[in-house]
């Protein structure tokens, strides 16, 4: 079992693919550092949330993720 | 009456009005916004994207606020994701009251927070290639109404 990244939005063409998946379990530093150089930096960006299972964190660098888990890289929405 | 809806396919917004206003007995006013992709910047296409866990979710807690906020006797909040040409319909809604005001203000309040506050990300093919929409000062401004 594996924790599924889910890319929205330009994230998804920074990260060259809409999702990947990665070994688990993962803290928020190991799961930055398993991603493509260009993909982690723009996650840093405090613009862009983060959600488990379907649930905004509040705070991202808090996230844990386990296998099965889905892990969401939300960009800014865009507007009108 | 509550329909809160995403949809994948070209819709019709007259088909969901017509039964939309009928189930709504007694009303006194209905107020319809429906917005379509605009032709006139050279977009070919305009492709939405959402993600399921927190979108259609997102439309019900913006429908929740709009029925504490005005008196409301229904509300349809429609709105496509996907592949979209210039004139497609790309989100409908109504709001049906007692009273003018607040079929009014209700729509115009869900509409200022589907375009800047609901998790949906846009593209738009011109010039033979896509751009990502950011985020506009004016969606801020639009919220700040509220």
């Known amino acids: 079992m594996v924790i599924t990244v889910v890319l929205l939005g330009k994230l ?64 800014p929405v865009s507007g009108g | 009456m509550r329909d809160i809806r995403l949809l994948t396919e070209m819709f019709l917004p007259g088909t969901l009005i017509g039964p939309f206003t009928q189930a709504n007995k007694g009303l006194g006013g209905v107020c319809t916004f429906v917005g379509e992709v605009r032709g006139d910047t050279g977009v070919v296409a305009l492709e939405l994207s959402h993600y399921e866990p927190l979108t259609l979710p997102g439309m019900h807690q913006l429908a929740d606020r709009a029925f504490e906020r005005f008196a409301l006797m229904g509300l349809l909040m429609v709105h496509r994701v996907g592949m979209m040409r210039p004139g497609e319909p790309i989100v409908c809604v109504s709001a049906a009251a007692l009273h003018r005001r607040d079929a009014i203000d209700a729509v115009d309040f869900c509409m200022d927070h589907l375009k800047s506050a609901a998790w949906f990300w846009k593209r738009e093919l011109r010039g033979g290639a896509w751009h990502w929409i950011e985020p506009r000062a004016d969606d801020t401004r639009d919220l700040a109404r509220w």
């Open chain 1, 12 to 75: 998804a063409d920074i990260g060259g693919a809409p999702s990947l998946t990665l070994g688990a379990p993962r803290d928020w530093a190991e799961l930055t550092a398993a991603l493509p150089t260009a993909l982690a930096a723009a996650i840093g960006d405090p613009r862009n949330h983060v959600a488990l299972n379907g649930a905004l964190l509040a705070d991202k660098t808090a996230l844990r993720a386990v296998a099965g888990d889905e892990v969401a890289f939300l960009p």
